[in-house]
C-alpha cells in the first residue's frame, strides 16, 4: 500500500512539473534567459541624467529637493484604435478609450483600401463618414490622438489581398492596377504627411507571394514599386515601414531577403515589422509547450535581424485568453513576451492588436485575445501591462542637489515633471530624456 502511494504522489509530482511547463514554458525562467532581458532592458531602454540646480545669478543651489515623476515613455506602446466610438453603448465607448490611454501611446490607424474608398474617387477620410464597423474614418482617429498626445500610425498603404482590396480596381491588369495605386498613395500622402509619421508601407508581401491567386496581378518587383512610390511621396521624417506575419519569428530568413530587396535598390526603408498571432489554443499550446517560439528561438530570430540595422516592430498581438485557465495564462504569456520584446536592443515598438474581446476581425474573436473582456472591463493580462508600463518600467524618485547643486539620476527614456523645492518655494520643468539627446539639463529657479 505504501508503494501505491509512492508511486501515486510520484505521478501527481510529475504531472505537476508537467503542467507548470504546459502554462508557462521552462525556457522563461531559466536564469540565462531572465538575465539576458534584465541586462538589456537597464541597458538600452534607460539613459544616465545630469540636471544642474542654478539661481537667478548661475550660481548653483545646494541642499534643493527635488522630485522626478516620469509623465511619458520614449519607447512605443500601442494598439488598434479600430473600434473607437463604434461600441454598442457610450459607457463601453468610454470604458475603451480610458483603457486605451491609460496603457499607449501609439495608435493603428485603419487604411484598408476596400473600406477607405469603396466607391472610386470618394475616399472616407473625413469624419461622420458612413459607419464601417471597425472602419472609422481616419480624420475621426487622427483627431483624437492629437487629444491624447498619441503618435498615430497609418495601416496600411498597400494591402494586395483580393479580400482587402475595393472591388473597382483592376485584378488582371497589373499596369492599369499599378496606375491606380499610385493615384491611392498619393491622396493619402497629400492628406496626411505632416500628420502621420509613421506607415506601413506594404502589409503581408510574403502570404501574396506564396498564394498570388488571393491578391491582384502585379509585377515581380512590386515590393520594391511600394516603397519607391512612398519614398517619392512622403518626406523623409516619415517612417516607411514594411510589416509581415507571424511566422517571420520562427525563421526570418525569407523576411530578411524581402527588406533587402528594398535595400539593395538604394530606397529608404526606416523599420521592420512583425506580427505576432497565436489565433486559436493550439496555437498557444505549441507556444506553451515550447515547440514554437521558445525565448531562445526568438532571441536568436531577432539577434539575426538586429544586423540589417533597422528598428524592429511588433505590429501585431493576439495571445488567446480562452480555455480552462485562461485568462491567468494568456496574463503570465504576455508578461514574458512584453519582457523580452522590450530588452531587444533595436527594438523600437510593440502594439496589441484588439483591445477588447469582441472587437477582431470575424472568427478571431473565438480567442478571445483581448486584454479587455466584452464589457471593456480590465482582464488579468491588461492589469499586467498597467504594472509593467506604468509603474516596472517608469523612473520616480525624490532626491536632493547636495552640496554642489548637480543631481543624476538614470531612468526610463521619456518625458519627466521636475519639481525643485528651495527655502520654501517649488517650481516645475519638463525635461525629455532621450536615447540621443545630451540629457545635461539646467533648471534656473
Known amino acids: 500500500m505504501r508503494k501505491i502511494l509512492l508511486l501515486w504522489m510520484l505521478f501527481l509530482l510529475g504531472w505537476e512539473v508537467a503542467a507548470q511547463k504546459l502554462s508557462f514554458g521552462e525556457s522563461w525562467n531559466d536564469s540565462a534567459a531572465v538575465n539576458y532581458i534584465e541586462k538589456n532592458i537597464e541597458k538600452y531602454r534607460k539613459g544616465e541624467a545630469i540636471i544642474s540646480i542654478v539661481g537667478k545669478d548661475g550660481e548653483q543651489v545646494s541642499n534643493a529637493g527635488i522630485e522626478i515623476q516620469q509623465q511619458t515613455h520614449e519607447f512605443l506602446f500601442g494598439c488598434n484604435l479600430f473600434v473607437l466610438g463604434q461600441l454598442q453603448t457610450p459607457e463601453l465607448n468610454t470604458k475603451y478609450e480610458t483603457a486605451f490611454v491609460n496603457l499607449f501611446n501609439f495608435a493603428t490607424i485603419p487604411f484598408y483600401w476596400k473600406e477607405l474608398e469603396p466607391q472610386e474617387g470618394k475616399p472616407r477620410f473625413q469624419e461622420g463618414s458612413s459607419f464601417i464597423w471597425r472602419r472609422p474614418p481616419p480624420d475621426q482617429l487622427l483627431k483624437w490622438c492629437k487629444v491624447h498626445h498619441i503618435v498615430p500610425k497609418g495601416h496600411a498603404l498597400m494591402y494586395n489581398r483580393n479580400a482587402f482590396m475595393p472591388d473597382w480596381t483592376e485584378r488582371n491588369n497589373s499596369e492599369l492596377f499599378l496606375k491606380q495605386a499610385h493615384a491611392h498613395i498619393e491622396g493619402i500622402a497629400k492628406r496626411y504627411k505632416?500628420?502621420?509619421?509613421?506607415?506601413?508601407?506594404?502589409?503581408?508581401?510574403?502570404?501574396?507571394?506564396?498564394?498570388?491567386?488571393?491578391?491582384?496581378?502585379?509585377?515581380?518587383?512590386?515590393?520594391?514599386?511600394?516603397?519607391?512610390?512612398?519614398?517619392?511621396?512622403?518626406?523623409?521624417?516619415?517612417?516607411?515601414?514594411?510589416?509581415?506575419?507571424?511566422?517571420?519569428?520562427?525563421?526570418?530568413?525569407?523576411?530578411?531577403?524581402?527588406?533587402?530587396?528594398?535595400?539593395?535598390?538604394?530606397?529608404?526603408?526606416?523599420?521592420?515589422?512583425?506580427?505576432?498571432?497565436?489565433?486559436?489554443?493550439?496555437?498557444?499550446?505549441?507556444?506553451?509547450?515550447?515547440?514554437?517560439?521558445?525565448?531562445?528561438?526568438?532571441?536568436?530570430?531577432?539577434?539575426?535581424?538586429?544586423?540589417?540595422?533597422?528598428?524592429?516592430?511588433?505590429?501585431?498581438?493576439?495571445?488567446?485568453?480562452?480555455?480552462?485557465?485562461?485568462?491567468?495564462?494568456?496574463?503570465?504569456?504576455?508578461?514574458?513576451?512584453?519582457?523580452?520584446?522590450?530588452?531587444?536592443?533595436?527594438?523600437?515598438?510593440?502594439?496589441?492588436?484588439?483591445?477588447g474581446d469582441s472587437t477582431a476581425f470575424g472568427g478571431e474573436n473565438k480567442a478571445m485575445g483581448g486584454l479587455l473582456d466584452n464589457e471593456m472591463?480590465?482582464?488579468?493580462?491588461?492589469?499586467?501591462?498597467?504594472?509593467?508600463?506604468?509603474?516596472?518600467?517608469?523612473?520616480?524618485?525624490?532626491?536632493?542637489?547636495?552640496?554642489?547643486?548637480?543631481?543624476?539620476?538614470?531612468?526610463?527614456?521619456?518625458?519627466?515633471?521636475?519639481?525643485?523645492?528651495?527655502?520654501?518655494?517649488?517650481?516645475?520643468?519638463?525635461?525629455?530624456?532621450?536615447?540621443?539627446?545630451?540629457?545635461?539639463?539646467?533648471?534656473?529657479?
Not at 518587383?221 to 509581415?244: E, G, P
Open 194 to 355: 505632416d500628420d502621420i509619421l509613421v506607415w506601413d508601407v506594404v502589409n503581408e508581401e510574403r502570404y501574396r507571394t506564396r498564394n498570388p491567386e488571393t491578391g491582384h496581378k502585379v509585377p515581380d518587383d512590386y515590393l520594391v514599386w511600394c516603397f519607391k512610390t512612398a519614398n517619392s511621396l512622403f518626406s523623409k521624417n516619415v517612417q516607411l515601414l514594411y510589416n509581415d506575419d507571424t511566422q517571420n519569428h520562427d525563421n526570418s530568413e525569407e523576411y530578411e531577403g524581402y527588406v533587402n530587396r528594398v535595400v539593395k535598390s538604394g530606397l529608404r526603408i526606416d523599420g521592420m515589422g512583425l506580427q505576432f498571432h497565436l489565433f486559436d489554443l493550439d496555437s498557444r499550446g505549441k507556444f506553451l509547450e515550447e515547440t514554437q517560439y521558445s525565448v531562445n528561438q526568438l532571441i536568436d530570430v531577432y539577434d539575426r535581424l538586429e544586423k540589417l540595422g533597422l528598428p524592429i516592430y511588433i505590429t501585431e498581438i493576439t495571445v488567446p485568453g480562452g480555455g480552462e485557465d485562461g485568462a491567468s495564462i494568456q496574463a503570465k504569456i504576455v508578461e514574458n513576451l512584453y519582457r523580452l520584446w522590450f530588452s531587444v536592443p533595436n527594438m523600437a515598438g510593440i502594439t496589441w492588436w484588439n483591445l
Open 377 to 445: 472591463n480590465p482582464k488579468p493580462a491588461y492589469e499586467v501591462l498597467d504594472r509593467l508600463i506604468n509603474h516596472e518600467w517608469k523612473t520616480n524618485l525624490k532626491i536632493s542637489s547636495g552640496s554642489r547643486g548637480n543631481v543624476s539620476f538614470r531612468g526610463f527614456y521619456g518625458k519627466y515633471k521636475i519639481t525643485v523645492s528651495h527655502n520654501g518655494k517649488s517650481i516645475e520643468r519638463e525635461i525629455n530624456l532621450t536615447k540621443t539627446g545630451s540629457n545635461k539639463f539646467i533648471i534656473q529657479l
